[in-house]
């Protein structure tokens, strides 16, 4: 298979070996439960969501738990790398998968709810505004973005690895600088849950106003 280059290192470095190496510890019906507990929190207050796209879908977990919730609503995604792309393909078409950065994707359709889950912590922090820009530009209603929060923007290692991982207030940041996207709910799941845990998650939900 073919190795992407991309304008990033982190881009880079998870569309190679380590992103391949993802696919097998976020995997299984565990997660999968865990995940349909978290988005029926997470979106209890969204409403008449018809469309989804998920930014760094990987292989369709966070997919597959909002099909069970929303059995007809049609799901769209965008996925760096290969391997976890082409295993999405069993659970949404393939034409409405985007192999590529979310850097390099020009996003025309608009949909209901626009989803980010444990990828704005991997981008790197200087193109986070060209992020945010894509994320509300493709959103007509719901945008929820679940990451590391931290009140300042901070690097930790990741994984043996520098430059990889980062928290700050993302959501906050978002609502900044796009007034138009109103904070609806919000909440933080721990990876100690004794249920349904996630990795120490913070999300919000948001929605994009007329004003």
Known sequence: MEEMKFKTEQENFWASEFGDNYID???????????????SRALRAAKDM???????ANIG??????????????QSAVEINQ?????????????QI?????????IEQLFDLVLIKGVLIHINPELLPQVYEKLVAATSKYLLVAEYYN??????PYRGHLDRLFKRDFA???????????????????RHDP????DDITWFLMEKSDA
């Open 61 to 74: 977990m966070n997919l597959r738990a909002l099909k069970h919730l929303y059995p007809n609503m049609d």
């Open 98 to 106: 985007y192999n590529t950065s979310v850097l390099d994707l020009t």
């Open 195 to 198: 249920s349904f845990p996630q």
């Open 50 to 56: 018809k469309h989804c796209f998920e930014v760094g």
């Open 25 to 39: 510890r976020n995997k299984g019906n565990t997660l999968l439960a865990s995940n349909l507990a978290f988005f």
């Open 151 to 156: 009140p300042s923007p901070v690097a930790v």
């Open 172 to 190: 906050g940041e978002i609502m900044n600088a796009y007034p138009e996207m109103k904070l609806v709910d919000y909440g933080f799941v721990s």
């Open 83 to 95: 391997t976890a792309a082409k295993q999405l393909e069993s659970i949404i078409p393939a034409s």
